[in-house]
């Protein structure tokens, strides 16, 4: 019964092992001369600045904008099996899809005229 997942497992076991021994060798073979610049954080060669207790804070305008490119994401993902079985569904599909793309629309235009996409 579970001989049809025996090279599933295979594959799995394979890279957890390429994976293990990837590591260990970086590790046994790898420089292991470190400094203060090797262990300080890199940020694009600008030295780090301090942040305050709790992280700093962010504009929720960045979260509006990855929120809203996860929305639209998704929806576009939603199309390609319609496009995909476009000659087997017929005109049902043709008209559902269109409703879709419509709904899609309508809240992009709703998120325009609100100004989630200005980015001052």
């Known amino acids: 019964m579970g001989a049809e997942y025996i090279p599933v497992l295979l594959l799995g076991a394979l890279a957890f092992a390429f994976a293990v021994f990837?590591?260990?060798?970086a590790t046994l073979t790898g420089p292991?001369?470190?400094?203060?610049a090797k262990r300080d954080a890199y940020e694009c060669g600008i030295d780090p600045t301090p942040q305050p207790m709790g992280g700093g804070?962010?504009?929720?305008?960045y979260y509006l904008t990855a929120m809203l490119f996860?929305?639209?994401?998704?929806e576009i993902v939603f199309l390609y099996?319609?496009?995909?079985?476009?000659?087997?569904?017929?005109v049902f599909a043709l008209v559902e899809v269109i409703l879709f793309i419509v709904t899609v629309f309508?809240?992009?235009?709703?998120v325009w005229r609100r100004g989630g996409l200005e980015w001052d």
Do not use: E, Q
């Open 22 to 25: 990837s590591v260990t060798l």
């Open 32 to 36: 292991k001369r470190y400094n203060r």
């Open 57 to 61: 804070h962010f504009s929720i305008k």
């Open 70 to 74: 996860i929305i639209f994401d998704i």
């Open 81 to 90: 099996p319609w496009a995909v079985s476009f000659g087997l569904m017929g």
């Open 106 to 110: 309508c809240v992009y235009l709703f």
